[in-house]
């Protein structure tokens, strides 16, 4: 009964989330906020993340392939599928789940505790559109930092393919442009869009309804963190299922 009155309350935030809405020009400025401290602050880890785990499916896929009748070129093709169909929007959101959710998670789990979200209640203003809103607005942009993470993978593995003797520069640009499929690029940035949406609101639900003191805004940050794994992961599986069979 817990999982259905939280999945309840859930929706029931997001709608709250749109209604009475706070004025542009206080909202402009936390929109503006947010993305310095949700997008701009991840893509270093996201490019750093990215441009290693590229060079390491590269490396990997290459060691595999011993026989001589494979041609070169397809780790260069491995490496772009896996890192765009796969690494680049889901694993490094559920990465993302750790640095973007906690801090959402604490930072409005912080506000609570410290009454000041009652504050605002008091003050007319709805806490959940001045609070998550600007969040989820400014995650809108996450995609953004997903195609670098995309260009950096394929980037590390052709560093790695190229400079640890696996293939040639030739073999590998041939590989990753075999059999492109553009939809593919859509597939991922669908699949990112919503898990901006879940980066957004589901680290906020645990922060905004959680009681206690500091100890539970840990333990609030600890549980948003699984739980907006645990939809990513089974929300990729729904998504492939539906944008890929």
Known sequence: ??????????????????????????????????????????????????????????????????????????????????????????????????????????????????????????????????????????LMLYPFAIAIGMFLGILGGMVACVYGGFSSLEDYIYGIQTDFIPFHITYAFIKTFVFAFILATIPAFHGYYMKGGALEVGKASTTSFVWTSVVIILLNYFLTQMLLS
């Open 1 to 138: 009964m817990t999982y259905l009155h939280n999945i309840g309350a859930y929706f029931i935030m997001i709608a709250e989330m749109f209604r009475k809405p706070t004025k542009w020009s206080v909202m402009k400025k936390l929109i503006f906020k947010d993305i310095d401290d949700l997008i701009i602050s991840s893509l270093g880890i996201i490019a750093f993340i990215s441009f290693f785990v590229g060079g390491v499916i590269t490396i990997q896929t290459a060691l595999n392939i011993s026989n001589p009748l494979i041609p070169k070129y397809l780790v260069g093709f491995a490496t772009r599928q896996s890192v765009i169909l796969e690494f680049a929007p889901t694993f490094t959101s559920v990465i993302m789940a750790g640095k973007v959710g906690s801090f959402i998670t604490s930072s409005i789990g912080t506000m609570r505790v410290t009454e000041q979200i009652d504050a605002l209640e008091v003050m007319g203003i709805n806490s959940l559109n001045y609070l998550v809103f600007p969040k989820a607005v400014a």
